[in-house]
């Protein structure tokens, strides 16, 4: 018989499973806090050092910085969708298969693009320059022009303020593919260097150890949910869901009277109901990869939480385990004033439980918060 979970049963193994019911025990690798999550979103540092220091009981950001440029546990690189990840370095050869495996479409126009066969010299050639080096970008784009030729170095993509060399479209797959990720900054500057080398695994086994990960951490979820989660195309993950479950990988299951999918055998689901007040910040993973989207942001927060209906553009207030609202913090010195917009006036136990986030908030960033309560005037990443 198929399995029926309700979204109740699913919010609670996830908000357990992501260590929002209770952190993980002080003493635990930061790495493994990471992979527990999956991945942990860096674009934004900070962000990425409350996901996992809000999840790891006594941890600073300065834990999760040492197991980042100190012991190497963790590497800083491109990841899912493209975008800066925390992973953990150990799972490397599953990561950049997986990654390098996923389709993706042409991004750049026409006369900016590259060819295939550009592009893995490209990739190539940022290895060789980064490998048992540490380059700022501008050091990195002399290296690859040189080792492959000056349409490498044409100016054709639009940025910020000007263009940007023909090379860098393809920065992401360097980091994926294991060729590239973060070094320390060189004062103001962006560096990069060459994880420890590793042998990747077989492409099949690497992605069906991915989605297995992923139904861990969120399931049930659709082939279409691991799809945007992925930035992969909807048809190819329905695929490959197919293949896994035809080999007896994953099972279906009834999901809210829909067929979803989990791992095989993974259908023990909790009837412990999720209580209680988090503050997640830029990005969590829990806010992006929960679905469906319409139940994790419920009423209001589905306008006031969400930029054109993508998640993470604003740290969230969860309460009893749903988005019930918006936060942001402005640091100054050694003082953080978090500002916290409920969408529902909280109860005086909840308000209580703000109180202890925010100052869990402060311990893992070493500041010293203050909580106001009120509007949040900050536009989506800000």
Sequence with gaps: MTSRITWDEASARRYERQLLRAPAPAGTPVAEVVSTLLATHAQVLSAAELSVGLR????????????????????????????????????????????????????????????????????????????????????????????????????????????????????????????????????RKAAYTRPPHFDPLPADEALATLVGHYLHAYGPATPQHFAKWAAAPRGWAAGLFATLASSGGIEEVDFEGAPAWVVAGDTEFTAEAVRGVRLLPYFDAYAIAAQPRERMFPGSAYERALAGGQAGNYPVLLVDGV??????????????????????????????ELREQVERVGEVLQAGPELVVGKVTAGPHA
């Excluded at 940022?126 to 490498?152: F, K, M, Y």
């Design 56 to 187: 790891l009981d006594g941890a600073t950001r300065q834990d999760v910085r040492s197991a980042l440029w100190d012991d190497r546990s963790l590497v800083k690189t491109y990841g899912p969708r493209g975008t800066i990840h925390l992973l953990a370095a150990a799972e490397l050869p599953f990561w950049s298969a997986a990654l390098t495996a996923v389709p993706s479409g042409a991004s750049a126009p026409p006369g900016v693009r590259m060819t295939p066969g550009q592009e893995e010299q490209v990739v190539a050639a940022i290895g060789e320059a980064l490998d048992g080096r540490q380059l700022t970008i501008d050091e990195l784009s002399e290296e690859v022009v040189a080792r492959t030729g000056p349409w490498a170095g044409d100016l054709v993509m639009e940025a910020f303020q000007g263009k940007w060399p023909r090379w860098r479209q393809v920065m992401h797959r360097a980091g994926q593919s294991g060729a590239l990720c973060f070094a320390p900054n060189r004062g």
């Design 323 to 352: 988005v019930a609202g918006v936060w942001h913090q402005r640091r100054q010195g050694k003082r953080t004033t978090v500002t916290v917009e409920p969408l529902a006036r909280l109860t005086k136990a909840q308000e209580r």
